[in-house]
């Protein structure tokens, strides 16, 4: 049988309705808790709760924590796969940072639910299932950090939150899931080409991140810059292109040395310098914003803290996001 670890860090997966106010929280016990003896049934499980947290509550220091938990375990223990039990609304972020941080072969697994512990056609459980089956399956190794819910199979990388309420949130923009959980198995039918791990032990840069709208200025490029950031990512326009009025902001931004991530704030699709008018990509691109291949804006933020955390050069993250 396959030894799995299981980190139960907290979300809708671990809460409980309360019938009579309708709203959804956290128990002092975790529900999850009681469903071990049975999981047990599919794989050695060890249990951790490290976290009770509604995802929200998740920062980068929890993230950390669960790095070097998981790295710490197997090290020292013999462990086949992790699966994470996790609030949905930042799962895909500590997914993507644990993808960026950790670079062992063997599957780890991030889960949740859309639907409480007790609520009719709760989902948890199911997903938490699996999940495990994914963890213990020698085809899941080599792939990165997944992502499983709903019978599928998705990359940290492309996965995001595309529903606020439906079982089928997640999703792959424009590659799709890599993988299906099937009665009888676990199928992958795609893998990924690459891995890029950075090995940090802290996080101590600053970084934020900007969504532009029409008419945007660059009075809040200035406001941001006063408060000492080491770096930026915005979700810019369409192909990657910023209104005119935030240009010399931006280049100020840059000459101070703080590097400058775009993302498109379309939901699919690359920034490319392709525009050359005022504010186009071509002019960001010269000015030496760097430009992130398919990341969305959550993710790319993160890659951005983890890459200034290990001092990379700015050719190197130039190079880093394009990957
Ligand atoms: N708000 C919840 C959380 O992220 C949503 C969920 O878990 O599905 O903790």
Redo the contacts with the bound molecule.
Sequence with gaps: MKKILLIHT????SMIEDKTTGTIQQNQQNPLLNTTNSLNEIADISVLELFHL???HITTNEMLLLMKEIKERVVTENIDGVVITH????LEETAYFLDVTISFELPIVVT???RSSNELGADGLYNLISSIRVAASDSARGKGVLVVLNDEIHTARNVTKTHTSNVATFQSPQYGPIGIVTKRGVVFHQAPLFRETCNIKSITKKVIMLKAYAGMDGTILQAVQSLGIDGLVIEALGQGNLPPLMVNDLKEMIDNDIPVVLVSRCFNGFVEDVYGYDGGGKQLKDLGVIFSNGLNGQKARLKLLVALESNVSQEKLQELFQK
Excluded: C, E
Aim: negative net charge; charged residues 5%; without cysteine.
């Design positions: 907290g979300g809708t997966i509604p995802s929200p609030g949905t609304d930042t949740g639910a859309m």
